[in-house]
């Protein structure tokens, strides 16, 4: 079974802060995705990356940064962290670029801004 | 651009009661089609998928969707729900080019007794 971890279920975070929100998958899968969750709103993509060292901008990548270093991990930075990004945020991978492939997904990351 | 349209934020419905769950969607160009299921604390997980061929879809679950080109439609049917389906339903498509999923907002599925 194709498995994507994000390292923490619950964060707390203070408004300022730098936070890392990481992402694993054990597939190696060449996609990897960063969504976040809002109710009324679905699902978001924040940024994706097809390759290592790549990254492509989502739809609402302000007062984001990701990292890609290596093929299994995708890092999710919030640079200095605002109440209005309090919400959930989904890691996801999938095979290389072809629309046809399924998205896998982790657990998700509940971040509060406070 | 793709888009995605969910009419329904919540849906209540009785066990063992058939369930539709409407997706509309817009795209000039060829598309696929997903559902995805959330239950409570967890991440999204597939359901079903429309890639081309027969138009009717079946999923895990007991789940069927239907993919109606004309009407730009892929609606999500179980003849009879459990209270275990109690959870949030996403459709979502992609198109041509490279993968990126739009997603619907959600409809709620409630199963009472």
């Known amino acids: 079974d194709v498995k994507v971890t994000q390292s923490s279920r619950y964060l707390v975070k203070r408004t300022g802060e730098k936070v890392f929100l990481e992402c694993v998958q054990d597939?190696?899968?060449?996609?990897m995705f960063w969504y976040r969750q809002d109710p009324g709103l679905g699902l978001r993509l924040i940024y994706f990356?097809?390759?290592?060292?790549?990254?492509e901008k989502g739809d609402i990548p302000e007062g984001y940064s990701v990292s890609r270093e290596k093929k299994e991990r995708f890092s999710l930075i919030l640079e200095s962290a605002s109440t209005n990004q309090t919400s959930m945020y989904l890691c996801?991978?999938?095979?290389?670029?072809?629309?046809?492939?399924?998205?896998?997904f982790g657990a998700g990351t509940r971040l509060s801004v406070l | 651009a793709q888009s995605v349209t969910q009419l329904d934020s919540q849906v209540p419905v009785f066990e063992e009661a058939p369930v539709e769950l409407r997706c509309n969607y817009s795209?000039?160009?060829?598309?696929?089609l997903f559902w995805y299921v959330q239950y409570p604390n967890q991440g999204l997980q597939l359901l079903l998928k429309?890639?081309?061929?027969?138009?009717l879809v079946k999923g895990i679950n007991g789940f069927e969707a239907e993919f109606n080109k004309s009407q730009t439609s892929f609606h999500l049917r179980k003849p009879s729900v459990h209270i275990s389906d109690t959870a949030e339903y996403f459709c979502?498509?992609?198109?041509?080019?490279?993968?990126?999923?739009?997603f619907g907002t959600g409809t709620r599925l409630l199963v009472s007794p």
């Open positions: 996801a991978s999938s095979f290389f670029r072809s629309s046809k492939n399924v998205q896998y």
């Open positions: 597939m190696d899968h060449e996609n």
């Open positions: 990356s097809y390759d290592v060292k790549m990254k």
């Open positions: 795209s000039s160009v060829s598309v696929y």
């Open positions: 429309y890639l081309s061929g027969s138009t």
């Open positions: 979502a498509v992609s198109g041509s080019g490279f993968q990126k999923l739009v």
